[in-house]
């Protein structure tokens, strides 16, 4: 089973920050993993995407022709990458700047409004775990529990103060979702 | 782990003291890995005013006897070709990174293997070769480093890695379980102060021309001594192929998705990746043009390994060619539609 996920959004948004926080608990659940930035001319309110690909066996291309899912966090992605989701495939979408109607009829979309379950924790910053949180509940590519208790590895040693708001920002997405 | 770090990582396990880079997209997180990591494992780290200072710092710790490398992208290594000519001319061990990216020119900081002619041709000015290494993953680029090392030791040339700004930015998990220093050889020729030794002379002036025609043929002795002994290649369900794609490093990555699309429809479909892309694993191609007609090449460029495999298939089979230039990166989708689309012309061809 192949798993590929395109997170996409303005520069500052957390986006990268999302798609390698995935790809590193895929890797250490003991799965094949690549993660793929995009870079370079990407500035703050610039776009930015990437592409994380998690697989039970080698992975061939780490560019993704049609992925399974897409987390859209501003407009301009949500247009440019609805139209190359799979038939089928769901896309997360930041409901509080995006307009989430679509022409496509043959693919799911996920509102997750992240800047007011934000607010009620008291920074915007946390919106991209928010969503995180949210796109885990709808995907399930990794264990929802496994990234909550290893979320300090999966960080790193920098983020070692944030990861009690992490968690809570992460759960908060996570149970934004009904079944 | 992004492949430029994992590349610094292997470097500084496999016994590189000396790094010397100047700044350039999109292998910058090479140089920051390295301007943290050698000074921590007691090595030598100095950002450099330019590339050609850069190329010329690792030629003055290779006459010393260290091991030593540079990286740098696509026009920053225009200007190293200078320095990698005199390394060649002197003998010296080296290990030069391009993380290609779009050109000519200035171009762009997209991934691209557009410098595929100027990595195996030498590059510089005069004659002489360089091993070339093209690596296809994150873990590959690791793995890659040691071997580098050793035979730009063994030969005594400098050595080439071409990877492009994709492998270079890109992360997978690596392991650096197997990467160790290479063996030593006898440094019988560095400079080291002459006490009690008789003086040594390193230099790449030879005005006497019969002296520089001897250097040549010893140099030419050398190269085809790597053309024996150095190919590598990998082969990806070559045996019961009826196409065979020919591509490499990131490209090859790409080509392998569109295989496994195109083996679900049952099209057989292989790939032969050169590894060492000089020497060129013309051998291998060449035998298999004796069962396999159709062959296609992929290139992140307008085509410049075609020559390559046209050469070594010797007017035997057809080539077709694909090539998405100027930093654009194909989807496996796209190319297996490509690629389909020439096997079912060839196979109707066949009924002909």
Redo the contacts between chains.
């Keep these: 089973m192949t798993i590929k996920t395109i997170f996409s959004g303005f520069g500052g948004q957390g986006v990268l920050s999302m798609g390698?926080t995935l790809?590193n608990a895929a890797?250490l659940e003991g799965k094949?993993?690549?993660?793929?930035?995009s870079?370079?001319?990407e500035v703050r309110g610039g776009t930015a995407n990437c592409t994380v690909v998690v697989s039970d066996e080698e992975i061939?291309?780490?560019?993704?022709?049609?992925p399974e899912f897409i987390v859209a966090m501003n407009q301009p992605s949500f247009a440019r990458f609805q139209s190359v989701l799979t038939s089928g495939g769901l896309i997360c979408v930041n409901s509080s700047i995006v307009n989430t109607t679509s022409a496509r009829g043959d693919i799911e979309i996920l509102a997750v409004p992240t800047s007011e379950l934000a607010d009620k924790m008291g920074t915007i910053k946390v919106a991209n775990m928010i969503m995180l949180g949210a796109f885990l509940k709808a995907s399930n590519i990794v264990s929802f529990d496994f990234m909550l208790a290893h979320l300090q590895e999966i960080l790193g040693e920098g983020k070692a103060k944030m990861i009690k708001l992490n968690q809570e920002a992460l759960e908060a997405g996570y149970t934004f979702v009904k079944e | 782990m992004s492949g430029n770090a994992a590349l610094g990582e292997a470097a500084v396990l496999a016994g590189c003291t000396c790094y010397f880079g100047y700044p350039i997209t999109p292998q910058n997180e090479l140089t920051e890995y390295m301007a943290k990591r050698v000074p921590e494992a007691g090595g030598i780290f100095i950002q450099s005013e330019s590339e050609i200072a850069a190329i010329n710092m690792v030629l003055g710790a290779s006459v010393a006897g260290a091991r030593a490398m540079t990286s740098s992208s696509s026009p920053g290594m225009s200007l190293k070709q200078e320095g990698i000519s005199y390394l060649a001319a002197d003998e010296l061990p080296a290990v030069v990174v391009n993380m290609v990216r779009g050109g000519p020119g200035m171009g762009n900081i997209s991934p691209a293997q557009s410098d595929y002619l100027q990595a195996t041709r030498g590059g510089g000015h005069g004659d002489y070769r360089t091993i070339v290494l093209a690596p296809g993953s994150v873990q590959e680029l690791a793995d890659i480093v040691p071997l580098a090392f050793d035979l730009a030791e063994a030969y005594r040339n400098p050595v080439i890695i071409l990877g492009d700004g994709m492998l270079g930015q890109m992360m997978e998990p690596v392991s650096f379980d197997n990467i160790k220093p290479p063996k030593e050889y006898p440094k019988d020729y560095i400079l080291t102060g002459a006490r009690g030794r008789p003086s040594r002379m390193v230099r790449s002036l030879l005005f006497d021309t019969k002296e520089e025609e001897e250097h040549n043929w010893k140099l030419f002795r050398k190269y085809q001594r790597m053309e024996q002994n150095e190919v590598r290649y990998e082969k990806y369900l070559v045996d019961d192929a009826e196409m065979i794609v020919v591509a490499y490093g990131i490209g090859a990555r790409i080509v392998k998705g569109a295989i496994k699309r195109l083996r679900q429809e049952n099209l057989k479909i292989g790939m032969i990746r050169p590894i060492t892309l000089w020497p060129f694993p013309a051998k291998i191609i060449r035998e298999t043009a004796n069962r396999v007609t159709d062959f296609f090449v992929f290139e992140m460029s307008t085509g410049q390994m075609i020559e390559d495999v046209r050469l070594a298939l010797e007017g035997k089979g057809h080539i077709h060619f694909y090539g998405r230039p100027g930093g654009v990166i194909p989807t496996p989708i796209e190319l297996s539609r490509v690629i389909s689309r020439h096997y079912y012309q060839q196979s109707h061809r066949g009924k002909k």
């Design positions: 390698f790809a890797m094949y993993v690549t993660y793929l930035p870079y370079g001319v061939a291309s780490p560019v993704a022709s049609e």
